[in-house]
């Protein structure tokens, strides 16, 4: 990690809604914003804004997420998600989240990343998929 990831530095980042980020089992007109998609999107931002501040062969995976998605985002409308560090305990981060789309606001929540080595977390799959694999 680089001296610079500190709580308090936040991104936003802006995502159209486009037809693969919908729900689709109200039919056409009921095409809104699917809650996992949200969900893909905030931890996008919150793991982009991390690489920005972290060292060649580290990089993040998503522990925890308790969100509010309170509003319905339409079909091609946009939503902005602004991810900002809150606290860092060791290689634990955690933001605050917020979404708005063109109109309103419409989700908020709180989203834990744990920053990880990429070679030590891959020799541990490994490991694990030797034992799983075995029989």
């Not at 308790?66 to 305990?89: R, S």
Request: with cysteine; aromatic share 6%; net charge negative.
């Amino acid at each position: 990690m680089k001296d610079s990831l500190a709580a308090g530095i936040s991104k936003t980042t802006r995502y159209t809604i486009d037809l693969e980020r919908t729900i689709d089992f109200m039919g056409d007109e009921g095409r809104v914003y699917a809650t996992p998609e949200l969900v893909r999107d905030i931890e996008n931002t919150c793991r982009n804004l991390l690489l920005e501040h972290l060292e060649q062969g580290e990089d993040s995976v998503g522990t925890h997420i308790d969100l509010d998605h309170f509003a319905p985002t339409l079909l091609d409308m946009w939503v902005e998600i602004t991810a900002t560090v809150t606290e860092l305990q060791g290689r634990r981060a955690t933001f605050e989240v917020t979404a708005r789309d063109n109109l309103e606001d419409v989700a908020h929540g709180r989203h834990v990343r744990f920053i990880v080595d990429v070679n030590v977390s891959a020799e541990r799959l490994k490991r694990k998929a030797e034992k799983v694999y075995a029989s």
